[in-house]
DNA sequence: GCCGAGACTGTGAGCGCTCCCAGAAAGTGG
DNA sequence: CCACTTTCTGGGAGCGCTCACAGTCTCGGC
C-alpha cells in the first residue's frame, strides 16, 4: 500500500480513501491511485482490513444436519445458491460449514465465535440444538431458514408458510372427494414436521392415529412410512406426504401394491421441487419458493448485522395441481 | 491476550507459545494459561494471527460450473463432503465458491488472491478457463479434481483412471457379444469426456461416427443423445453412457423405443453413484471412489502449500457388473 | 478583505497477534 | 568450580491496514 501510495505520489490515507469509495478524493488523485493500484497489482490484505474495522465481510452458511441430506435434498442446493448469489452482490463471502454431529457443532460453535464471519445463515437446525445458544451468547447475528422451534422470539428467520400449504393440500384432498386421508410427517423436531402436521389438523381434526406415520425427508424413509400406512389403514384414499423426495418413496409403493394413483389413493406432496414433475404421475404439490428465501435471510441478515434488529419473514406457499390428486 | 496473560501472571509472549503448541512452556505456565483463557473465555483473533503468519488456514473449493450441476450431479456432492472431512480434521476451513460464469470466475479470482486463502481445491474445471492461469501467476498452491487439460505438467490434480474404465466397461460390452456399440460422451471439453471417448477407441478402434453422440452429464443430455442415437443408427446392441445420470435418460428412451434391456441393448454407465443402483434394470457401471478422491486431493494440497511440489495421482477404476448388460 | 464552511491531504496511533532476541534459570560434563 | 548447552521467559518490533485528527487550500457570502 506504501508502494501504491509511492507510485502515486501520495499518502497511505488517499489511497486508503480510494479502497472505501473514494469519498474526499481529489479526481487527479483518484485516476493517479487507481493507475498505481494496477501497475503494482496491488490487493488489500483482508486481514489487516479485518484487523482494524473488526468486520470480515463473511458469513456462515451453516448446515447443521446429521445426515447427508445436502446430497439427497435438492431444497439446500437450491438455498444455498440463492445465499451464494445473494451475498455475492454485496460482495461477501459465504462459507459453507457442515456440522452434522453434535462434536461437529461444537467446533463450528468455536470457529464462528472466534471472529471468522459477521454473521450466521443457520439451515435446518433441529429443536434443541445447543448451537443456537452459543452463538446468541457471543451476540453473533443470526437468520434461520424455517422457523427456530424454541427460538422464536429470540433470532430472525425466514420461513414459508407450512402450515397454510398443509391447509391448502388437505382441503385440496377434500374438495376432490376423499375421507381418508392420511400423512406422512417431516421428523417432529422440525418446523416442516410440526406445522404441516397442524395444518392438516387444522383441516381434519385430530386424526385417527393410524393415518399418521413419520418420515425423515428422504425417499427411504418415505416408502417406508406409506408401507407402514397400508398396513394400518388398508382403507385409505389419499395421502399427503410432506416432502416431494418422500413422495417419491410413497408412490412407488402404493404402485407395487396396486393401487392406481390418483384413482384409488390420491398423493399429496410438498416443496414442488423437480422431483415432482419428473415423477409419474406428476405430483400435485405444494410450492414454496426457496430463492426468495435465500435472499429474504440475506436481507435479514445484513439487517441485523447494521442496525442489530430482529425480525421474522414468513412466505406464501401455494397449491399446484398436477395429475396425483 | 494481554488480559490471559495478566490472568495467568505471564507475558504475551507464553500465551502464544501455549496457543502455538505449547513448546517451551513449563508445565506451571501451561495449566496457568490454559486456566486463565477458560476463564476469561479468550479465542484467538484469526485476523491478527493471519496478519502476521501470512497464512489463513482455510482453503478454496472452487466450483467451476453452472451451479446447476450441484444439485444434479451427485458426484461434487460426495467430493465436497469428502474435502469438508478432511479439511476439518486438520482444522482447515473450506470456503465454498461457485463460479458458473465468466464474471464470476473473474470474480473469484480476485477474492482468491486477495490472501484469504493458502490454496485452492479446483473442481470441474473446464479446459481452457482462465482462472487457472491467473491463480498460477500468483503462485496459489492449486489442486484440480480431474485432469486439468492443457495443465497437466503444471497443477497438481487427482483423477480417477477415465480412460481405463471406458476400455473395462467397452470391453466388457463386447465379451458379452456386443458388435454395434455406441457411445454416449461428457462435454469434450473435460477430461471425463475426452478420456473415457478415448478408452472406448483403444478398444474398438476408429469409431463409425453415427455411434458416437455428445451429452453434458445432465439426465436430459442422456435422453437426447440416446434418440439421436437411435435415429442414426437403429441397429445399435450396446451403448456406453459415460455418467449413470446421463444412462438413466438413455435406459427411459430406449424402454420408450420399445427396447428390451439389455436382450435387444446392452447398457453401460460411469461413476457408480446412487442412481446406478435405483435404476430398473440396475446399471452395470465403473465404480470411482470419489471419497478417496477428495481425501488425496486435501492432502496433495497440504504437501504443496507446506513444500510447494506438484504431483498427479491417478486412482484405479472398477467395473461393477448389474443387470443392464 | 475577512471569515467560516467545505473539500482534500498527510501523519500517528493502534487493531491483536507472532517472531526474534536477549537474558535468566536449570541442567551437564570435565 | 567453571564453561557450555538447553529450557524457559519477557519485551520490542512490526505484519498492513483504517481511523481520527490536524492541517492546507479553495470558495462563496457579507
Redesign the interface.
Known amino acids: 500500500m506504501e508502494d501504491v501510495a509511492e507510485v502515486a505520489g501520495v499518502s497511505r490515507g488517499t489511497v486508503s480513501r480510494v479502497l472505501n469509495g473514494g469519498h474526499y478524493v481529489s479526481p487527479d488523485a483518484l485516476t493517479a491511485v487507481q493507475r498505481a493500484i494496477r501497475k503494482t497489482g496491488y490487493?488489500?490484505?483482508?486481514?489487516?482490513r479485518?484487523?482494524v474495522t473488526q468486520r470480515?465481510d463473511s458469513i456462515a452458511f451453516i448446515l447443521s444436519d446429521p445426515q447427508?441430506r445436502?446430497?439427497e435434498d435438492?431444497n439446500f442446493?437450491?438455498l444455498?445458491?440463492g445465499c451464494?448469489q445473494a451475498l455475492?452482490e454485496r460482495d461477501i463471502?459465504?462459507?459453507?460449514?457442515?456440522a452434522g454431529t453434535q462434536e461437529?457443532r461444537k467446533?463450528v460453535g468455536?470457529?464462528v465465535?472466534?471472529?471468522?464471519v459477521d454473521g450466521v445463515l443457520l439451515v435446518s437446525e433441529h429443536a434443541g440444538s445447543p448451537l443456537i445458544n452459543e452463538l446468541r451468547t457471543r451476540g453473533l447475528p443470526i437468520v434461520a431458514a424455517g422457523r427456530p422451534i424454541g427460538h422464536e422470539r429470540e433470532i430472525s428467520y425466514v420461513a414459508a408458510d407450512d402450515r397454510d400449504g398443509a391447509r391448502q393440500l388437505v382441503e385440496h384432498l377434500r374438495s376432490r372427494g376423499r375421507r381418508r386421508i392420511a400423512i406422512i410427517t417431516g421428523p417432529i423436531d422440525t418446523p416442516g414436521g410440526v406445522d404441516r402436521l397442524a395444518g392438516y389438523q387444522d383441516v381434519l381434526g385430530e386424526p385417527d392415529p393410524r393415518l399418521v406415520a413419520n418420515g425423515d425427508y428422504t425417499q427411504d424413509s418415505g416408502a417406508r412410512a406409506m408401507e407402514e400406512l397400508l398396513h394400518r389403514a388398508p382403507d385409505l384414499d389419499a395421502v399427503f406426504v410432506c416432502s416431494d423426495l418422500m413422495a417419491l418413496g410413497a408412490v412407488a409403493v402404493l404402485q407395487r401394491a396396486g393401487k392406481r394413483i390418483p384413482e384409488d389413493v390420491a398423493v399429496g406432496g410438498f416443496d414442488d421441487s423437480k422431483a415432482a414433475v419428473s415423477a409419474t404421475p406428476q405430483l400435485t404439490t405444494i410450492r414454496q419458493d426457496f430463492a426468495r428465501v435465500s435472499v429474504e435471510m440475506v436481507r435479514l441478515l445484513q439487517d441485523s448485522i447494521t442496525s442489530g434488529g430482529r425480525s421474522a419473514v414468513i412466505l406464501p406457499t401455494e397449491l399446484v395441481v398436477r395429475d396425483s390428486t
Chains 1, 2 share one sequence.
Open positions: 490487493v488489500v490484505n483482508q486481514h489487516a479485518s484487523l470480515s447427508d445436502l446430497f435438492p442446493a437450491i444455498l445458491k451464494t455475492a463471502t459465504l462459507l459453507l460449514t457442515v461437529d467446533r468455536r470457529w465465535t472466534a471472529g471468522h
